[in-house]
């Protein structure tokens, strides 16, 4: 499954940051972090997405307290 979130992505270094912690979960298949979108976007398989998308959450909070992904 791959679906795309809207974000409050602060600068395109935030961007960068919050996607690499979260590719660094094997459960993802791929993430774009995309400053000038204002868009998160996640592939993973169907059977663990909502964990992978809880934790991509939280990946977003830790790197960036001010940036809210809108799940």
């Not at 940051?17 to 993973?44: G, H, L, M, W, Y």
């Amino acid at each position: 499954m791959k679906k795309s979130y809207e974000a409050e992505l602060d600068c395109a270094n935030c961007a960068r940051k919050i996607q690499e912690a979260i590719q660094k979960d094997p459960r993802v298949k791929f993430c774009s972090a995309n400053f000038i979108a204002q868009k998160i976007t996640i592939e993973a398989d169907d059977d663990v997405f909502d964990d992978v998308v809880k934790m991509a959450v939280e990946c977003v909070k830790k790197v960036d307290p001010d940036c809210e992904m809108i799940i």
